[in-house]
Structures are given as structure tokens and as C-alpha cells.
């Protein structure tokens, strides 16, 4: 009977490469989700916007708007970090607003007042901005449903 021997192949180099199709794979599925959740996770007040037909506000692309809102219990809000959804006194979002345009004059403020705020609460806080430097305030609305 013949013994067979075992021949024992040369030991292949180690790879040197690293193989990132599955980055790639992982990349794309976690994209996809980020795109797909990053419009439910805006944050906001609630707030019943008055819906009048009227022309979309220009703002720069890079830009975002500093936005003031007021709820219809009388609450301020101002909309910007992580915050946005403790409410603030008028003489709170004044002071704030009036250092963020003092470091950025450009920056562009709107207005977002519930409907069922009294039209003088709303003309109240539009003096008090003028008087902190804004010279040009926007007002959010929403588009008319159809009857």
C-alpha cells in the first residue's frame, strides 16, 4: 500500500487591501434612511397659521431664518436650536433676537403668529422687534385649502 503524501501548498501572502463594498452597502441604506426621517423630526410649535394666498418669502439657500413665533395662549417662541419649544417672555425673545442681528445683520426674521392671536399681540411684537433692529419682518402663512 502507497502512502500518500499531503502536499502542503505555500501559505498565501496576507491581503492587504480592504474590501469596502459593505461601507459602501451600509452607507447608502443608512443615507437613505437619514433622508427619508429627517422631515418628521423637524421641530416646531404648534401653531394655526392664518391661510392667505400670497408669494413664497426669498431667503438665501444657506441661510436659515430666525423665526418668531407666537401660540394662541399669548406664548413666544423663538425657533432656533435646541430650545425652540420652551416658551420665552417678549423681553427673552427681544434681547435674543437683538444680539443674533447684532452678529448678523443679513439675517433674515419671520413672523408666525397663530390665527386666533389677537391682531394687537401681533403688531405688539412687531414694534418690539423693530425696536431690537429688525427692520424687515416676514409673516408665515399657509396656503388656502381647497373649498
Avoid at 392667505?52 to 399669548?74: F, K
Avoid at 420665552?88 to 425673545?93: F, I, Q, R, T, W
Avoid at 408666525?112 to 416676514?138: C, F, K, N, P, W
Amino acid at each position: 500500500m502507497r502512502t500518500q503524501r499531503l502536499r502542503r501548498r505555500p501559505p498565501k501572502p496576507p491581503i492587504s487591501e480592504v474590501n469596502v463594498l459593505p461601507y459602501i452597502d451600509v452607507m447608502l441604506v443608512l443615507l437613505v434612511i437619514f433622508m427619508v426621517t429627517a422631515p418628521i423630526l423637524t421641530q416646531g410649535v404648534d401653531v394655526e397659521l392664518p391661510q392667505v394666498t400670497s408669494e413664497p418669502i426669498q431667503t438665501e439657500e444657506d441661510r436659515e431664518p430666525l423665526v418668531v413665533s407666537l401660540d394662541v395662549q399669548g406664548r413666544y417662541y423663538l425657533e432656533m436650536g435646541a430650545n425652540s419649544d420652551e416658551p420665552l417672555s417678549l423681553e427673552a425673545v427681544i434681547e435674543q433676537v437683538a444680539r443674533i442681528k447684532r452678529q448678523n445683520p443679513e439675517l433674515p426674521v419671520l413672523l408666525r403668529g397663530d390665527r386666533r392671536v389677537a391682531y394687537g399681540e401681533v403688531v405688539i411684537l412687531m414694534s418690539q422687534l423693530q425696536a431690537a433692529g429688525v427692520t424687515q419682518v416676514g409673516l408665515i402663512s399657509q396656503p388656502p385649502e381647497d373649498r
